[in-house]
T-cell receptor, first 113, second 112 residues
Framework: EAQVTQNPRYLITVTGKKLTVTCSQNMNHEYMSWYRQDPGLGLRQIYYSMNVEVTDKGDVPEGYKVSRKEKRNFPLILESPSPNQTSLYFC????????????FGDGTRLSIL | QQQVKQSPQSLIVQKGGISIINCAYENTAFDYFPWYQQFPGKGPALLIAIRPDVSEKKEGRFTISFNKSAKQFSLHIMDSQPGDSATYFCAASRRGGNQFYFGTGTSLTVIP
């Protein structure tokens, strides 16, 4: 089954404790992206990757890092999380660029106290 | 600033009625306009998309209308059903682009 898998699905943590949200896709997609969803703001793009070792900033990259060492994986790293990063996060992938149908994971709800 | 403006924020429609959600954009370089549907606890899923070389695209009960001169596009759901109750997002990006911009979402409730 074609899917985008995110882990963990839920996490409560404290300010300053580094965390990583993993994202994996099994569709051999080249393009992957991270979004955060906040009430009243919709989804906003954090980072995207066009292929292995190729990443770029989206609209709201501050406080986040990403890496793309393998085609299937695109982890999101919060090195020093702060309460304003409490949000619902989605990973998505598409065949080879952003203006194509994107397949989304089911989300990771992060609460940073 | 919001690159894609979406309205209304919420919408209640009777079963069998027409649901209409509107979006507007400013960047004339945008030329891919999808709509995504999201159910609670799930990620968004592509519903229908349009490029500006056509003014309308229909897939089943879902239609996108596109007005290039007004820089607006809308989603029409005909014969709305309770199963259509979800949050709908419009979005935009450039052709060949990798940056993607979503609207703020519309929560649709279809009452039996």
């Amino acid at each position: 089954e074609a899917q985008v898998t995110q882990n963990p699905r839920y996490l409560i943590t404290v300010t300053g404790k580094k965390l990583t949200v993993t994202c994996s896709q099994n569709m051999n997609h080249e393009y992957m992206s991270w979004y955060r969803q906040d009430p009243g703001l919709g989804l906003r793009q954090i980072y995207y990757s066009m292929n292995v070792e190729v990443t770029d900033k989206g609209d709201v990259p501050e406080g986040y890092k990403v890496s793309r060492k393998e085609k299937r994986n695109f982890p999101l790293i919060l090195e020093s999380p702060s309460p304003n990063q409490t949000s619902l996060y989605f990973c998505a992938s598409s065949y080879y660029r952003g203006d194509q149908p994107q397949h989304f994971g089911d989300g990771t709800r992060l609460s940073i106290l | 600033q919001q690159q894609v403006k979406q309205s209304p924020q919420s919408l209640i429609v009777q079963k069998g009625g027409i649901s209409i959600i509107n979006c507007a954009y400013e960047n004339t370089a945008f030329d891919y306009f999808p709509w995504y549907q999201q159910f609670p606890g799930k990620g968004p899923a592509l519903l229908i998309a349009i490029r500006p070389d056509v003014s309308e695209k229909k897939e089943g009960r879902f239609t996108i209308s596109f007005n290039k001169s007004a820089k607006q596009f809308s989603l029409h759901i005909m014969d709305s059903q309770p199963g259509d109750s979800a949050t709908y997002f419009c979005a935009a990006s450039r052709r060949g682009g990798n940056q993607f911009y979503f609207g703020t979402g519309t929560s649709l409730t279809v009452i039996p």
